[in-house]
């Protein structure tokens, strides 16, 4: 019996996708040929995976990177934790106010992350959105990096839309309605062009000095 969604597990499995990616897309190749080996940037799933993913919302990397470096410290990444320090430990580790309100609510929530791993991607991202503070952006990131999935895509994210307005040679970034839009001639790898458009904006940040 085959399984029920195509994965990313492995640097084969985005070699395979790339190939795809360019002949279905040739304006996919060079981007290809410039970022080179695409980073798989898998998590585990569960409750870390995420806190990580909730983490990172809005902030720069390096900011994310220190913030997760003082939660790792304190021990933050255990649900059970969380619920012991409250909002107030959690800020003391950096989160802002509303994120830690969220990384609360999530150590207090039911979730069943099991059961995420089985549902398909609507159902997923339902599941996700249905708690505080994790919107669309969050939920496609987890099932991208954290469930692994081949064929998933967040069109929300600035970054992609920025690559894609240079890459396409747009007038201005696509809206999230219209990179979707776009993104539906990349299934069923998705995700390997989400990738390669994250690499694609590393190097035209480095080439025009965006913030």
């Known amino acids: 019996m085959s399984a029920p969604f195509r994965l990313i597990q492995s640097h084969d499995d985005l070699t395979e996708g790339a190939a795809w990616l ?7 190749a060079p981007v290809l040929d410039q970022v080179g080996d695409l980073p798989l940037r898998l998590k585990p799933p569960g409750f870390k995976g995420l806190v990580e993913i909730i983490i990172s919302q809005q902030v720069s990397v390096a900011s994310a990177d220190a913030i997760r470096s003082r939660m790792a410290e304190a021990d933050l990444f255990d649900p059970f934790k969380v619920q012991s320090a409250g909002q107030d430990g959690l800020r003391g580790a950096g989160l802002s106010k509303p994120k830690a309100r969220y990384v609360h609510a999530l150590a207090l929530s039911d979730l ?16 996700l959105t249905g708690l505080l503070g994790i919107g669309p952006w969050t939920a496609q ?16 994210d600035l970054a992609l839309q920025e690559a894609a ?7 201005a970034r696509p809206t999230p309605e219209a990179l979707a839009l776009m993104a539906q001639q990349w299934s069923p790898w998705r995700s390997v062009a989400a990738r390669a458009l994250f690499a694609y904006y590393r190097i035209i940040k480095q080439r025009e000095g965006l913030g």
């Open 22 to 28: 360019a002949q279905a897309e040739p304006r996919f």
């Open 112 to 127: 069943d992350y099991a059961a995420l791993e089985r549902l398909p991607d609507g159902d997923a991202i339902a599941a």
């Open 141 to 156: 990131i987890y099932i991208m990096f954290c469930l692994g999935r081949a064929d998933m895509f967040p069109p929300g």
């Open 165 to 171: 307005r240079v890459l396409f040679d747009l007038d």
